[in-house]
């Protein structure tokens, strides 16, 4: 149990430090790099979750990209493009 919560911390603590390290590139408006940073910054912050709830891998990839795919569309519905790479 401790190595799971260890691992969740790491996780946390990744995806601000991550969050961080976007807040940086978009004050020296490299807006393309901050949208890689933050698609990073959910996937460790989902990755936390998905520890908290004993689920895999694979099944944590679909959703999040599924939620990537929402975003997408919705920024692409009022006209602005969302490139993650």
């Known amino acids: 149990m401790e190595h799971k919560d260890e691992l969740i911390k790491y996780r946390i603590?990744?995806?601000e430090k991550t969050l961080n390290e976007a807040k940086l590139a978009i004050d020296n408006n490299a807006l393309s790099l901050a949208e890689n940073i933050i698609y990073y910054a959910i996937f460790y912050i989902v990755s936390a979750l998905a520890i908290n709830l004993k689920t895999q891998?694979?099944?944590t990839i679909y959703p999040?990209?599924?939620?990537?795919?929402?975003?997408?569309?919705?920024y692409n519905?009022?006209?602005c493009t969302v490139v993650l790479k």
């Open 13 to 15: 603590q990744r995806s």
């Open 77 to 79: 519905h009022l006209g």
């Open 57 to 59: 891998h694979i099944i």
């Open 64 to 74: 999040f990209n599924r939620l990537i795919a929402i975003i997408r569309h919705q």
